[in-house]
């Protein structure tokens, strides 16, 4: 009932740029915290950024200064520019967002399918 659909994943040049976004839809009641994790081959995945309801965030240490993730709460859309892209930023990334879909339920996560980020170098 609830769905995240990523976009904008692609092949790009080290010191290139992409912006990845995450759409939110179905039944909707809440959206906490809205994030993006990786997972690159042979690694766990990793949290990379995140931004409460509020407009808060955090990021990971490797990637301050580089990535700004923001979000639309009126498109329950969270987007992700990353500039300055490195080999070592190449992995499967996916949207992670904390939803309370009806107005006395928890609040569970879900995970988008997501999309591969590759950086050459």
């Known amino acids: 009932q609830v769905q995240l659909v990523e976009s904008g994943g692609g092949l790009v040049q080290a010191g290139g740029s992409l912006r990845l976004s995450c759409a939110a839809s179905?039944?909707?009641?809440?959206?906490?915290?809205m994030g993006w994790y990786r997972q690159a081959p042979g690694k766990q995945r990793e949290l990379v950024a995140v931004?409460?309801?509020?407009?808060?965030?955090n990021y990971k240490d490797s990637v301050k200064g580089r990535f700004t993730v923001s979000r639309d709460n009126a498109k329950n859309t969270v987007y992700l520019q990353m500039n300055s892209l490195k080999p070592e930023d190449t992995a499967v990334y996916y949207c992670?967002?904390?939803?309370?879909?009806?107005?006395?339920?928890?609040?569970?996560?879900?995970w988008g399918q997501g999309t591969q980020v590759t950086v050459s170098s």
């Open positions: 179905g039944r909707l009641f809440s959206i906490n915290d």
């Open positions: 931004i409460t309801s509020g407009g808060d965030t």
């Open positions: 992670n967002a904390e939803i309370r879909v009806f107005r006395f339920s928890t609040m569970n996560n879900y």
